[in-house]
């Protein structure tokens, strides 16, 4: 199966959404996910051609971007604002009747006549049933009627009525042709602000994809083996560029500095603005900014490749996702269009049996389908969620699932592995000893260093740095036992085991050592290393407690170094000595009690994370912890852990406040505008309203830019 990530144009409502779900899935697409507050799509297809898909959804009323059928769709199509400009001079001349003081003057009694009303609307007209009509049939063709249909039916019937008294001279009872162009026209102007507000909620994830398209100063040689740099776009850059990279300037891609020191801020990954220190051999992050120095670089990841673009994709997948409390909203959304329907046709019905007039009736049941606002139930949770994940992303925060959103709300305990996440994961040899006589030390380090660097483990890592060699020994055969260390065996046949206490328990009564090395079953000797806790550990453990969340330790350490850690930090408890199976079953049984968030780093986590309520990893973690866990703290440490708790459970809030909002509009408005309490105009005041009802929405998602979350 292959992964497909359009954009798709065309998009109004959750309706729309639903009919491009469903015909992919009929298609045979797996993993469908449809954003249209975005308009992202994202699918799995066997497809071998997906052009067809794309020329599917274009007979749908949908334009795939960049695609074949986009390129042959023909003119460019006017936008909202464009066409509410068109039909605004139009309804404001229409509209001018509908004041004494104006069409009583001498002059003005042309306002009154029903042709020049009929040829006044007629342009208003045609431009919105070329939108809404056209968006209308297609979707009752495919059986799933939006959110246009009711305008559409509002519109038509308003013009209709009108026209039919101008043709049979039935008189003024009978002339609502600034109804019609009214709806029109203020669905227009709505769509525009709701688009617009949608935008903003998008501006986190529009900085960090404009960050990714930059001028590139690249390094290359003329015949004469001379230096010579010249601008490119950095969408043209490939892996093993060199580039020049100057004081102000952005990274263009990710790459490996090979001359000159920089002050570089990643703010535009971490939220930190305090620049870091970055010299020869260390990597920069494309879209990082250099404050000051100038660096020569090579390029290790361009395009779609760079840690940047990755970050963005994954915003887009989880935006695509819809958390539990919106299946209630879909259910509804899925039928909300019929039911509308339904009480317009009863409301027309009613009102004309009680008034005994046909126009007042009209005129409420057309209020009823303009007033109602199936977008705003579909907007409710798309517009929080673009606004958390946007915000996450640009402050360190990266969810990499939209349910976890939703489950933060819930959240009692959090449990952190130690090494690599509570502590800086950076050791240093701090002590060894030999055993084994017959072993020089020289020996003593190339079988560890040997070892260890087919291991990704902190420790391991250490050991190798330090005792770096370049005749490392071949083994016969080399594997990691998760929990315990690295075995490997040599081509005459001797084993070779370094690892945790695990391994020599029996050949020795010291079990304080974090590295022990044991040779064809005898202790060789061991390796003592230091760690430092990380700066902020004990400020986010202390923001935990303050927040009434229960602390837990979880480690495959040594008893005595757990407690001390947990006792120095603070921590309600310390559970150590477990291998990653053990860790698993003690997650699965806090999971059980109580909602639970787990943070690691390493493979040996991966298990537990993924076992976790919530799982969330460090972004210098083993790539198995980062695709398991839910939520990737991206930068340096902890710092970032509240802003995660915080604004996971503030965008929930919002989205609650936003379903609220969508529901209580719904059953007021329609019931207001059936029994006639908007009074004559009452089809334009429910144009007016539904387009500022989904503004609302927006405006309510948007305040999650500044809201404290932390």
């Not at 009872?173 to 688009?195: K, R």
């Not at 090979?258 to 703010?267: C, D, K, N, P, T």
């Not at 009480?343 to 057309?366: D, H, K, Q």
């Not at 939520?631 to 459970?649: F, Q, S, T």
């Amino acid at each position: 199966m292959e992964k497909i990530q359009w954009k798709v144009e065309g998009m109004d409502c959750a309706n729309c959404a639903l009919t491009i779900n469903k015909y992919l899935a009929k298609q045979g697409s797996k993993n469908v996910k449809v954003n249209y507050a975005t308009g992202d799509v994202l699918f799995e297809t066997a497809a071998p051609d997906t052009q067809q898909l794309a020329a599917g959804l274009q007979s749908l009323g949908y334009t795939v971007v960049g695609s074949q059928t986009a390129a042959g769709a023909g003119r460019k199509k006017l936008t909202h604002l464009q066409r509410f400009w068109l039909c605004l001079p139009f309804t404001i001349v229409l509209m001018l009747h509908m004041f004494p003081a104006i069409h009583h003057q001498p002059g003005w009694h042309w306002l009154m006549n029903p042709w020049v009303q009929l040829a006044l609307c007629t342009p208003v007209y045609i431009i919105g049933m070329n939108f809404y009509g056209r968006s209308a049939w297609k979707s009752l063709r495919n059986g799933i009627p939006n959110m246009n249909v009711l305008i559409a039916i509002g519109a038509t019937a308003a013009f209709g009525y009108s026209l039919v008294g101008t043709l049979l001279d039935l008189g003024p009872g009978y002339m609502y042709y600034e109804t019609a162009a009214t709806i029109i026209t203020l669905v227009f102007l709505g769509n525009y602000m709701e688009d617009r507000s949608v935008q903003s909620t998008q501006r986190s994830l529009h900085a960090l994809a404009k960050s990714q398209k930059v001028m590139a100063n690249m390094i290359a040689f003329d015949d004469q083996y001379k230096e010579q740099v010249f601008p490119v776009e950095s969408e043209h850059l490939r892996s093993g560029d060199l580039v020049l990279v100057r004081t102000g300037e952005q990274v263009p891609a990710d790459c490996k500095i090979l001359w000159g020191e920089a002050q570089v801020s990643e703010a535009i990954l971490t939220g930190e603005s305090e620049p870091l220190f970055k010299q020869k051999k260390d990597l920069l992050v494309g879209g990082s900014l250099v404050i000051e120095g100038t660096v020569k670089a090579q390029v290790t990841a361009a395009g779609k490749d760079t840690v940047l673009s990755n970050i963005l994709n994954l915003v887009k997948q989880a935006q695509g996702e819809k958390p539990p409390v919106q299946q209630l909203a879909d259910r509804i959304s899925a039928i909300f269009v019929p039911t509308v329907l339904t009480i317009a046709l009863f409301t027309f019905i009613g009102n004309w049996l009680y008034l005994g007039e046909i126009a007042p009736a009209l005129m409420r049941s057309i209020a009823v389908l303009v007033i109602a606002c199936p977008c705003a139930m579909g907007l409710a949770t798309p517009a929080a969620i673009a606004v958390g994940l946007g915000r996450g992303a640009r402050n360190g925060v990266l969810f990499r699932k939209a349910k976890s959103l939703e489950l933060f709300k819930d959240i009692k305990q959090v449990v952190f592995d130690k090494t690599g996440t509570l502590t800086t994961g950076e050791f240093a040899i701090d002590n060894y000893k030999i055993h084994d006589p017959a072993l020089r030390e020289e020996q003593f380090r190339l079988i560890l260093f040997s070892l260890e660097k087919y291991s990704v483990h902190p420790i391991a890592r250490c050991i190798v740095n330090a005792w770096k060699a370049k005749d490392e020994i071949r083994w016969a055969s080399v594997e990691e036992v998760k929990g315990q260390g690295m075995k490997a065996a040599d081509k005459e046949g001797n084993q070779y085991f370094a690892g945790s206490y695990a391994i020599a328990e029996g050949l020795t009564t010291e079990s304080n050592h974090n590295i022990y090395l044991i040779i064809n079953g005898r202790l060789a000797g061991w390796v003592d290393v230091k760690d430092e806790v990380r700066p902020e550990a004990a400020e986010v453990i202390h923001h935990l407690r303050d927040r009434g969340i229960r602390t837990i330790l979880l480690s495959g350490d040594r008893r005595q170094k757990a407690n001390t850690l947990a006792h120095e930090l603070g921590m309600d408890e310390a559970i150590a000595e477990k291998t990653p199976a053990e860790k698993l079953a003690v997650i699965t049984a806090l999971t059980a009690q109580t909602p639970t968030v787990m943070v690691g780093d390493g493979v040996n986590d991966a298990p537990a994370l993924a076992k976790a309520t919530i799982g969330i990893s460090m972004s210098d973690a083993s790539q198995v912890a980062m695709q398991t866990a839910s939520v990737v703290l991206v930068g340096h440490g902890l710092k970032n852990l509240p802003m995660a708790l915080g604004l996971g459970l503030h965008t929930y809030r919002t989205i609650r406040q936003n379903l609220f909002w969508a529901f209580s509009y719904n059953i007021v408005a329609i019931p207001v505008a059936a029994f006639g309490l908007l009074g004559t105009y009452g089809p334009t005041y429910g144009a007016l309203l539904m387009g500022l009802s989904d503004v609302i929405l927006a405006i309510n998602s948007a305040r999650l830019f500044v809201k404290k979350v932390a």
